[in-house]
T-cell receptor, first 113, second 119 residues
Framework: AQSVTQPDIHITVSEGASLELRCNYSYGATPYLFWYVQSPGQGLQLLLKYFSGDTLVQGIKGFEAEFKRSQSSFNLRKPSVHWSDAAEYFC???????????FGKGTTLSVSS | NAGVTQTPKFQVLKTGQSMTLQCAQDMNHNSMYWYRQDPGMGLRLIYYSASEGTTDKGEVPNGYNVSRLNKREFSLRLESAAPSQTSVYFCAIEKQGSAMGFAERNEQFFGPGTRLTVL
């Protein structure tokens, strides 16, 4: 069955520290992979996506993600976290456009000063 | 350019009442989606429409119906609301195709959400 697992429900990081959010997926074919961010009371915004090519993908707001086929993982990273990064982060996988996109249950990021 | 609009923003229903959530887009995208978001459950797909005239069930379609009225509008109907349908509902749109001609997966744009409470 197709699924996305985000093992960490809640993570707290100090401002200025590095961040890594984990995402593991189970999918029959090579999927499109996405990371979205949701600020409180808002809809979701795309951070980055991957389908093929360079396995290290750069996104907006200084985020990057690395695709590791052997581990079925697509972890999100940021070298230095800012207080404004506090939000909920969702990993998602899917096939071509017009088909379902499967979301993980999300990881809530808190940033401490 | 509003992108994706949803009405209403908030709604309180009694068990057994019906209502329709409206979603409209001005980006001329083919695919439209309805999700529900519940604490600790992430986003779960209710129904989607790959293009005008087609609809498909997602992960949690029971208790819902949809209508793709035209390319712009995709409505979600609760015929007999239940407390288990208390949730935040998001509509999303996605552009199909790419400059290369194949069905490349693109970004989904989300509406602001409808917060529904069923008593």
């Amino acid at each position: 069955a197709q699924s996305v697992t985000q093992p960490d429900i809640h993570i707290t990081v100090s401002e200025g520290a590095s961040l890594e959010l984990r995402c593991n997926y189970s999918y029959g074919a090579t999927p499109y992979l996405f990371w979205y961010v949701q600020s409180p009371g808002q809809g979701l915004q795309l951070l980055l996506k991957y389908f093929s090519g360079d396995t290290l993908v750069q996104g907006i707001k200084g985020f990057e993600a690395e695709f590791k086929r052997s581990q079925s993982s697509f972890n999100l990273r940021k070298p230095s976290v800012h207080w404004s990064d506090a939000a909920e982060y969702f990993c998602a996988v899917g096939a071509v456009a017009g088909t379902a996109l499967i979301f993980g249950k999300g990881t809530t990021l808190s940033v401490s000063s | 350019n509003a992108g994706v609009t949803q009405t209403p923003k908030f709604q309180v229903l009694k068990t057994g009442q019906s209502m329709t959530l409206q979603c409209a887009q001005d980006m001329n995208h083919n695919s439209m989606y309805w999700y529900r978001q519940d604490p600790g459950m992430g986003l779960r797909l209710i129904y989607y429409s790959a293009s005008e005239g087609t609809t498909d069930k997602g992960e949690v379609p029971n208790g819902y119906n949809v209508s793709r009225l035209n390319k712009r509008e995709f409505s979600l109907r609760l015929e007999s609301a239940a407390p288990s349908q208390t949730s935040v509902y998001f509509c999303a749109i996605e552009k199909q195709g790419s400059a290369m001609g194949f069905a490349e997966r693109n970004e989904q744009f989300f509406g602001p959400g409808t917060r529904l409470t069923v008593l």
